[in-house]
DNA sequence: TGGCTAGTGTTGGTCACACCAACATTGGCG
DNA sequence: CGCCAATGTTGGTGTGACCAACACTAGCCA
């Protein structure tokens, strides 16, 4: 009943920002099931995938300020899921470790967000939700440019 | 060069949120050269289009949340770009108007929106363009129901 | 060798957006 | 009439994305 207005929602900008929202709902409430963030996943991930990171590698990679992953490793090393151990090599340089325990949390986060993907997505058929993913990986690319 | 965590950029629920972060940006600095931001726009929409509304009424044909709709009409009635008079049948309602100001304000946000999608679609053929929005429009329905 | 520059970790802020709880007030309905 | 729903408002929370400044280190190059 309530309508909202033509100019937002034929505009893409209107549509992607918005399904963003329920996107982050969808993500939140399943980390913090787990007692996770975004953050945390981006940050197990990219050490599971990479291995051992220096914080500002870590950053560049998940798209993290820097600044933003100091306050991030330190909740996931008080949670046992990373070490931060200086680089013996390079004097101020740390160096953030998966641990076990990380590893464990990273693969229920996993079960977390495929279980995301269904609830947002919906019943679109398996089809369209690769061309969905294919369009959006594509204009995604194109503000990834380095 | 600095890679990104496969598990992050393979999930839809990745790609919405940082397109969207993109998105946001653009949005943000089209709103900014014009002295306004993202709520200022949605209220100056849904008043043209459905004309003068309660704030209650307006948070929800934009998706805003009451208390945040009496912050930004506030700062709308100090730009001239709305007036809040008190409605004489409704004791506590207010209602909202649009002014001539406001009218072209919109017009000019408008504008800002339409360079807004091309820089954000980029090259993205008018096909592709298409199906994207239609994609969008869909899923987005379905987490909108009423 | 000395000195500058780039990179690193850290602190401490800002901003937009979304949302929640509480409160006083008011209208309308049973 | 009395209760419930709706309204406007205040004040607070959280995430994510930034920015500026600082101290320190490494590496380069003149």
Chains 1, 2 share one sequence.
Request: glycine fraction near 6%; include cysteine; charged fraction near 30%.
């Amino acid at each position: 009943m309530e309508e909202i207005p033509e100019r937002l929602t034929e505009r893409p900008s209107w549509l992607i920002t918005q399904l963003a929202v329920h996107a982050r709902k969808l993500v939140f409430d399943g980390f913090t099931s787990v007692g996770a963030r975004g953050y945390h996943y981006r940050i197990l991930a990219a050490l599971h995938e990479y291995g051992p990171a220096s914080q500002a590698e870590l950053g560049r990679r998940c798209r993290i300020d820097r600044s933003d992953v100091v306050a991030a490793v330190n909740e996931l090393v008080a949670q046992g899921f990373v070490d931060r151990t200086p680089d013996p090599d390079h004097g101020r340089r740390n160096k953030v470790t998966l641990t076990g325990a990380g590893a464990r949390q990273l693969r229920r986060m996993d079960k977390v967000l495929d279980q995301v993907q269904d609830d947002l997505l919906g019943p679109l058929p398996a089809e369209d939700r690769q061309t969905l993913t294919r369009l959006l990986t594509h204009v995604l690319a194109r503000h990834e440019p380095r």
